[in-house]
């Protein structure tokens, strides 16, 4: 996998935004941030990424209203959110909107990286089955996994 994965930190605090960029740059991600819930679906609209990491308290736009609106425009995206103010209640609307995880701040680089890893692993195991389906290999495949003896 040569294309670097394409990560959208959302978050109205700079450091936060920083720090994020850091360790997911140093993971080898193209990496862009946003400030604001507008900013973030404008850079959508430019060109979608394959993660966001997103804030839930933010000037303007929630956090919620921005995960409902790349889950509707953009479904192939994971979302996951990260907040400083979790409670089980957004945990529950979140993942009911769509979202690939819920973390509560503060979240160190390792675990940054390693959200953005399972959001990216995530994304390709839901797309997979779409690419073998286009390509008419999905019978193929199903009738080949349940035949005894053959190698996977």
């Given at each position: 996998m ?9 978050d109205d ?14 993971a080898?991600c193209?990496?862009?941030?946003a400030w604001?819930?507008d900013?973030?679906l404008?850079?959508m ?16 736009m ?17 979302v996951v959110v ?6 089980v ?5 979140a ?13 160190g ?6 959200a953005?890893?399972?959001a ?6 839901a ?20 035949r ?5």
């Amino acid at each position: 996998m040569t294309e670097k994965r394409r990560v959208l930190v959302v978050d109205d605090n700079e450091i936060v935004r920083l720090s994020y960029l850091r360790s997911l740059t140093a993971a080898q991600c193209n990496v862009e941030t946003a400030w604001n819930g507008d900013e973030a679906l404008r850079a959508m609209e430019e060109q979608p990424f394959d993660v966001v990491l997103l804030d839930l308290r933010m000037p303007g736009m929630s956090g919620m209203d921005v995960l409902k609106a790349i889950k509707e425009k953009w479904p192939d995206t994971e979302v996951v959110v990260i907040t400083g103010y979790p409670s089980v209640e957004t945990a529950k609307e979140a993942v009911q909107l769509g979202a690939h995880n819920y973390l509560a701040k503060p979240v160190g680089p390792v675990e940054v990286i390693k959200a953005t890893s399972d959001a990216v692993t995530q994304k390709q195991w839901a797309l997979h089955p779409l690419g073998m389906q286009r390509e008419g290999r999905v019978a193929e495949a199903a009738s080949v996994e349940g035949r005894p003896g053959v190698a996977h």
